[in-house]
């Protein structure tokens, strides 16, 4: 009667010994999976970034990058300004070609990405259309400019434009010559700064004329006509 329940207890003891040793097993698994999964290493980013090619001069451009896997992102100007972010602004200051440099990070590495920007010498263009009956031999300055520097367009025929200029001035003065009479358009042009301003001269236009000089002060007789009445 010994020898049959110490028979017993060892064909129970078995199965509760080889459920132990599964527990240890799935344990172990387990384990082992959650130690790969955490040393799994991040997938490296991929920098990319989207921008204008060009710009005028402070003009505010934005810089957006498309990266991918990018946990830190930093920006360099070229002009010796950073920033950080996925879209950023920035204006720059001095006109020129400058290059920009895109750095993305994450715990698997780091790339980069460059694109260069022109930034103009104006923060604005404008050009000139001669809708007038007839050929004008044209000029533009700064309105109200005691010290008067020109832009000489030379003669433009009817219905033809000047090329665009670039300035930073926000008003513009025409004049020049038509049959033979010099004059200047009575209104100033305004300029809207980061765009291409598109102005014209028409019959209908006002003009101030000269038809004298008068002793040393230069004083000048003036005649308000339009263009047509020249």
Known sequence: MYESESIYRVRVNQPFNKLIDMKKIYILLLFTMILFTGCKKEDPPIANFTA???AYLTESVTFRSTSENADKITWEFGDGKTANGESVQHAYQESGMFNVKLTVENEGGKDTYSQSITIS?????????????????LLSCKYGDPDVEF????????????????????QIGLGGKANGIVFVCVYPFS????????????????IYTGNQIVG????????IKDLSAI
């Open 121 to 137: 010498n104006g923060k604005a263009e404008f050009n000139i259309t001669n809708k007038t009956s007839w050929g004008i031999y």
């Open 191 to 206: 300029v809207v700064n980061f765009t291409k301003n598109q102005f014209a001269i028409y019959d209908t236009t006002h």
């Open 52 to 54: 204008k090619s060009s």
């Open 216 to 223: 040393i002060d230069k004083t000048i007789s003036i005649q």
């Open 151 to 170: 832009t000489e367009y030379g003669y433009i025929t009817s219905g033809t434009s000047t090329g665009f200029v670039q300035t930073n001035q926000s």
